[in-house]
């Protein structure tokens, strides 16, 4: 059974930094992603690392957040940096086996995804 498991999350001031994580059960996957879900907003792609390594942002968090994979511990990361109210927001790791390609605005799609954690809350104050 595939699962994903994020850690993480918690509460911190307007400009602080936290850093989440995404256990894997060790699978091989094409692409790799974080989504976020604000209450009464629809889930929104972050992040997404791929098999070649390119890596994509959302407009809202470039320059801001990182995001990081070890295969060795087949771990997930993304390191949020100078952290904004507006990020506050239940955050998913995603991930797929397809070896489908998807391109442009796809990429962080979440219906490109189709296996997802439990999702780990993140409170920014101000």
């Known amino acids: 059974q595939v699962q994903l498991v994020e850690s993480g999350g918690g509460s911190v001031q307007a400009g602080g930094s936290l850093r989440l994580s995404c256990a894997t059960s060790g699978y091989t996957f094409s692409r790799m992603g974080w989504f976020r879900q604000a209450p009464g907003k629809a889930r929104e792609g972050v992040a997404g690392?791929?098999?070649?390594?390119?890596?994509t942002y959302a407009d809202a968090v470039k320059g801001r957040f990182t995001i990081s994979k070890d295969n060795a511990k087949n771990t997930l990361y993304l390191q949020m940096s100078s952290l904004k109210p507006e990020d506050t927001a239940a955050y998913y790791c995603a991930a797929d086996r397809s070896t489908r390609m998807v391109i442009g605005s796809r990429r962080l799609a979440p219906d490109s995804y189709n296996i997802w954690g439990q999702g780990t809350q993140v409170t920014v104050s101000s």
């Open positions: 690392i791929f098999s070649d390594y390119t890596t």
